[in-house]
Nanobody, 120 residues
Framework: QGDLVESGGGLVPSGGSLRLSCAAS????????MGWYRQAPGKERELVAS???????KYLDSVKDRFTISRDFAKNTVYLQMNSLKPEDTAVYYC??????????????WGQGAQVTVSS
């Protein structure tokens, strides 16, 4: 059984920075892509940033030039560096991984969520 473990959420003032990490664990992992979604109270979950195994990245327009997604192949880990944070970035951030674990079929896995709160 695979697992995604997130870390790095917290409370920061407006203009501050945070880095989220998400590590995939399991046997014989093949990762096709990883990403970060967020969900604010009363809103739908939205894609914030993603990176595929070729390194192609995509960003939500409102976070471009402020957030950077990156990955570490050896650690099966994806990071989200968030700079110049704004109160509207406040949400629960979820890690997502499109991957194959051992003999299991390709599937999208989700992390447990990390609360990011930006105070004004």
């Amino acid at each position: 059984q695979g697992d995604l473990v997130e870390s790095g959420g917290g409370l920061v003032p407006s203009g501050g920075s945070l880095r989220l990490s998400c590590a995939a664990s399991g046997s014989s992992i093949t990762i096709y892509g990883m990403g970060w979604y967020r969900q604010a109270p009363g809103k739908e979950r939205e894609l914030v940033a993603s990176i595929n195994w070729n390194g192609v990245t995509k960003y939500l327009d409102s976070v471009k030039d402020r957030f950077t997604i990156s990955r570490d192949f050896a650690k099966n880990t994806v990071y989200l560096q968030m700079n110049s944070l704004k109160p509207e970035d406040t949400a629960v951030y979820y890690c997502n991984a499109d991957m194959v674990l051992g003999l299991l079929p390709r599937y999208e896995y989700w992390g447990q969520g990390a609360q990011v709160t930006v105070s004004s």
